[in-house]
Each structure stands twice: as structure tokens, then as C-alpha cells.
T-cell receptor, first 111, second 115 residues
């Protein structure tokens, strides 16, 4: 079956630094979504990427979809304490209608 | 609008007990989903309902049953709870009007412990 892997599983970041988390699928995806889950909370939709090579920005967050539509990345610049949480990517395979979630990257920020 | 609501928020069961987790959405969405979240495992789909009157198995359906009671409500039942079903359960909904690009809106979750 389809697998979506995220690395790293944990990311300890000094406040103000940048970091990137990566998402890789075993199959070609129709689109990919990113969600953020704060500690004790529920996943909240951040963004969706559909086109090959697509890049989208939300303030300090930059999302990229790979050319082959099998991987994606989330880059956060100047990390803040409000960025704490777990970031999940979720892919829908071509001709599919169900999201497959990656294991998430749990981000901890050191002030 | 309340979005997606779930009851109860917390539950402790003994092995072999049964219970039903309730989920409702007020966004007039067609599709609804049940996920479980275990540490380090991300979210795994248990069952989903693409539209009112239909249900389908997800990745980890064993030990669960679902009912799409109407367009608003989608319940998850554990007939005989086992410790392996200790988890956080999330219900979600999406508009799903024939596109594969719908975002999902999650409820606050039910934290279930099976002793």
C-alpha cells in the first residue's frame, strides 16, 4: 500500500534558526496537504500543493512539491515558539480519494 | 458554526467493554472520517464515509464498526475493547464534491484508554 514517510521524526530548533522537514511517498501523488497539530490539539490544515514543482509561502513557512510529485518539504525560517507542534504531510495518490498521513515531525523550540 | 464536534472527550474502558464514539459536523460536508493517532504513528484511517449512506474500510478497520446516521453524524463503535485500542481518536469531515483536493476539518479528539 501507499506509504508516506517524514523525516526527521523530532526537530529541536533554537529560536530564530531555520529548519526543514521532508515528506516522501512510495507512490506518485495527486496532491499533498500539510497539517499542524499543537500539543494536546487536533490537526489543522495549513496548505495544499497540486502542481509538480509547486512552491507556496505562508509568512515564514515555505512549502514545496517535488517535480516527480513523490516528495514535499516544509521550510520554516526564523523559528518562533509559536511554531511548536507536530507537522504532518498527507498525500492523496493519483486517482485516489483518501489521505495517507506521514508520521509527523515534532518540532520543539528552545528559547 | 461549531465545526466538527466529538463526544466524549475522555473515556476509560475495561477490556471487553463496548462503547460508541460520536461525531457530528455542521458544515454540510459530504464525507466523514475516523482516524486513530498513536505516538510516532501519525494518523491512520479506520473507516470513512464518502457520502451519506456509504461507508468503507480504511487502513486499520479491525475491531471497529461505523454508522453514518445521517449527513451530519458519523459514529464509531468498539464492540469489545482491547488494550491495543488505547489511542486518540479523531473524526474529520470534508466537502468532497468529486474533487480529490478537499481539505479535512478535524474534531477535538477522544482520548480512550482501555485497561
Amino acid at each position: 500500500g501507499q506509504q508516506v514517510m517524514q523525516i526527521p521524526q523530532y526537530q529541536h530548533v533554537q529560536e530564530g534558526e531555520d529548519f526543514t522537514t521532508y515528506c516522501n511517498s512510495s507512490t506518485t501523488l495527486s496532491n499533498i496537504q500539510w497539517y499542524k497539530q499543537r500539543p494536546g490539539g487536533h490537526p489543522v490544515f495549513l496548505i495544499q500543493l497540486v502542481k509538480s514543482g509547486e512552491v507556496k509561502k505562508q509568512k515564514r513557512l515555505t512549502f514545496q512539491f517535488g517535480e516527480a510529485k513523490k516528495n514535499s518539504s516544509l521550510h520554516i525560517t526564523a523559528t518562533q515558539t509559536t511554531d511548536v507542534g507536530t507537522y504532518f504531510c498527507a498525500g492523496i495518490k493519483a486517482a485516489g480519494n483518501k489521505l495517507t498521513f506521514g508520521g509527523g515531525t515534532r518540532v520543539l523550540v528552545k528559547p | 458554526n461549531a465545526g466538527v464536534t466529538q463526544t466524549p472527550k475522555f473515556q476509560v474502558l475495561k477490556t471487553g467493554q463496548s462503547m460508541t464514539l460520536q461525531c457530528a459536523q455542521d458544515m454540510n460536508h459530504n464525507s466523514m472520517y475516523w482516524y486513530r493517532q498513536d505516538p510516532g504513528m501519525g494518523l491512520r484511517l479506520i473507516y470513512y464515509s464518502a457520502s451519506e449512506g456509504t461507508t468503507d474500510k480504511g487502513e486499520v478497520p479491525n475491531g471497529y464498526n461505523v454508522s453514518r446516521l445521517n449527513k451530519r453524524e458519523f459514529s464509531l463503535r468498539l464492540e469489545s475493547a482491547a488494550p491495543s485500542q488505547t489511542s486518540v481518536y479523531f473524526c474529520a469531515s470534508s466537502e468532497n464534491r468529486g474533487r480529490s483536493t478537499d481539505t479535512q476539518y478535524f474534531g477535538p479528539g477522544t482520548r480512550l484508554t482501555v485497561l
